[in-house]
């Protein structure tokens, strides 16, 4: 198999990560904690913004006193220390649009969701059919972190956290890639036919 640190498709420089490492969240083991850990909330662009507050009077009812609070004081998103526009944390780090599935969780009530397993606020409305926009791109496409740089030009990294060892203990048992994991996201960001190069050049290097 050829070792390829870094190759392009389009403008989007892709790390090898992205074809090497696997991948698949388990919620049943980290219940959600991505949404809870961290020292800054999701990266977001500015129309994401727009979206957020378009669906903030659907979530309002499904957050925490403390979001709201947060919400109300400084809005839905701040910029962080490194200038990147984040949703807004609470308590230094979980996401304002972070609620919980109930002790009682089922299939019905909660699309299936493991009981006490922490959920996006923004995704479950859109499951529900109560919005038309589901979350910000930095989350779907999580563990990939898309960085932006000029000329149209954007690149794909793999990102490293502790906290979701056991998703790559799935992702290796099922033989999953991280770019197979997130076919529907990078599809929704990049488009079909990108996607279709890119596995086109995940199968000619070996990956």
């Known amino acids: 198999m050829s070792i390829l640190p870094i190759l392009q498709i389009g403008d989007v420089l892709v790390s090898s990560d992205i074809f090497t490492e696997k991948f698949c969240c388990d919620l049943e ?3 959600g904690v991505c ?3 961290g020292d800054a909330g999701a990266p977001v662009t500015l129309d ?3 979206e957020i507050e378009n669906a903030l009077d659907i979530v309002w009812s499904d957050l925490s ?4 609070s947060v919400i ?3 809005g839905v998103a701040y910029t962080d220390q490194e200038g990147d526009l984040v949703t807004s944390i609470v308590h230094g780090k979980n996401c304002v649009f972070t609620c919980y599935t109930s002790q009682e969780s089922t299939s019905e009530t909660d699309g299936g969701l493991p009981p006490g397993c922490c959920i996006c606020a923004l ?3 859109y499951r529900a059919g109560k919005s038309k926009w589901c979350k910000p791109m930095s989350c779907a496409l999580y563990p990939i972190r898309v960085k932006v740089f000029g000329g149209g030009l954007v690149g794909l990294n793999y990102n490293r ?3 979701c060892k056991d998703a790559v203990l799935k992702g290796e048992q099922l033989n999953i890639p991280v770019y197979k994991f997130l076919k529907g996201p990078l599809i929704q960001r990049f488009g079909e036919a990108w996607y279709t190069e890119l596995c086109e050049v995940a199968e000619q290097f070996g990956y």
């Open 35 to 37: 949404c809870v850990e």
């Open 29 to 31: 083991k980290c219940k």
């Open 161 to 163: 956290w502790a906290i």
């Open 65 to 68: 006193a403390s979001a709201q």
């Open 72 to 74: 109300d004081k400084q």
């Open 123 to 125: 995704e479950k409305a």
């Open 48 to 50: 994401e913004v727009g």
